[in-house]
């Protein structure tokens, strides 16, 4: 099947031209200049994939993001238009869940006997629920999917989502949905503690920045790898990066060598099961 790739880095590009060396590769982002690509594979960072994307790609029938989130996609214009699309689930577990421990440090926060809460208790908040107990905090996480064995062996328990907020430390850890964006708002963050701290590793629309920026004075700080939309040069954001309480780091949780090349990994095995050759 003709297959085309877009917004590569360099280590992409060099792992996808030997996976299909007969695939088309491009630095950029999607323009339609390969009509008879069925498989195109995106980014997390690509622009977005709806209806409009699909119109140039008319064989398309399989759409791979190397991405854990799927914002960046329009999943119901893709199955009206039959186009399969997988994403990369799970690469960046570690890489992540260490990089929201590095910005709790630099902050200066210890989870020792702290209580962290998880607002989203999928592979990244598990993983950070581990590492976190080995640092001598208890966990608490609310999650509207429910995995008890995991959470018996783990350590950590479920809680309604208010229990979670009123924790030394929430971290936030679920996928940016309709149902998701701006879960933190001023009432929400009313309901944690003065001197509590912030973390967002997941996406920036999550949490309504205006908000943050009134409670900031009252928390302990945020750590934030994510603003709204991506977008670093915000008024927000660049408010939020000059606070001496916020640690801001640009969308970078996930980009260490090791995850890149489980990312390309999952997203070779993606394509060559809808080719049907696993």
């Known amino acids: 099947m003709r297959k085309t790739f877009y917004y590569l880095e360099l280590f992409e590009r060099e792992y996808f031209s030997k996976a299909f060396p007969d695939a088309s590769l491009y630095d950029g982002d999607f323009s339609g200049n390969e009509e008879d690509a069925e498989?195109?594979?995106?980014?997390?960072?690509?622009?977005?994939?709806?209806?409009?994307?699909?119109?140039?790609?008319?064989?398309?029938?399989?759409?791979?993001?190397?991405?854990?989130?799927?914002?960046?996609?329009?999943?119901?214009?893709?199955?009206?238009?039959?186009?399969?699309?997988?994403?990369?689930?799970?690469?960046?577990?570690d890489a992540v869940s260490s990089h929201a421990l590095k910005m709790l440090e630099k902050l200066g926060v210890s989870l020792k006997k702290?209580?962290?809460?998880?607002?989203?208790?999928?592979r990244i908040g598990r993983k950070l629920a581990e590492k976190a107990i080995g640092l001598g905090a208890?966990?608490?996480?609310?999650?509207?999917?429910?995995?008890?064995?995991?959470?018996?062996?783990?350590?950590?328990?479920?809680?309604?989502?208010?229990?979670?907020?009123?924790?030394?430390?929430?971290s936030v850890h679920v996928p940016l949905l309709p149902q998701t964006r701006h879960l933190v708002n001023a009432e929400a963050l009313k309901k944690m503690g003065n001197g509590a701290v912030l973390v967002n590793t997941a996406r920036g629309g999550i949490v309504d920045e205006a908000a943050l920026l009134k409670e900031l004075p009252r928390l302990g700080g945020a750590c934030l790898d994510v603003v709204e939309g991506d977008d670093f040069d915000?008024?927000?954001?660049?408010?939020?990066?000059?606070?001496?309480?916020?640690?801001?780091?640009?969308?970078?949780?996930?980009?260490?060598?090791?995850?890149?090349?489980?990312?390309?990994?999952?997203?070779?095995?993606?394509?060559?099961?809808?080719?049907?050759?696993?």
């Open 138 to 170: 208890a966990v608490v996480a609310y999650d509207v999917v429910k995995d008890e064995a995991e959470a018996k062996r783990i350590g950590f328990k479920y809680v309604e989502l208010g229990e979670v907020l009123a924790c030394d430390v929430v």
């Open 234 to 278: 915000s008024p927000a954001a660049r408010e939020l990066a000059s606070k001496p309480n916020v640690v801001l780091t640009r969308h970078e949780a996930f980009n260490s060598r090791e995850a890149l090349r489980k990312r390309c990994e999952i997203t070779e095995r993606n394509i060559r099961l809808f080719e049907g050759e696993e």
């Open 114 to 122: 702290k209580k962290l809460g998880l607002v989203g208790a999928g």
């Open 39 to 93: 498989i195109v594979c995106i980014r997390g960072k690509s622009a977005f994939f709806g209806a409009d994307a699909i119109k140039k790609f008319p064989s398309i029938r399989f759409l791979a993001t190397r991405s854990v989130g799927m914002d960046n996609v329009d999943l119901e214009a893709c199955k009206s238009a039959g186009v399969e699309v997988r994403n990369a689930p799970g690469y960046a577990n």
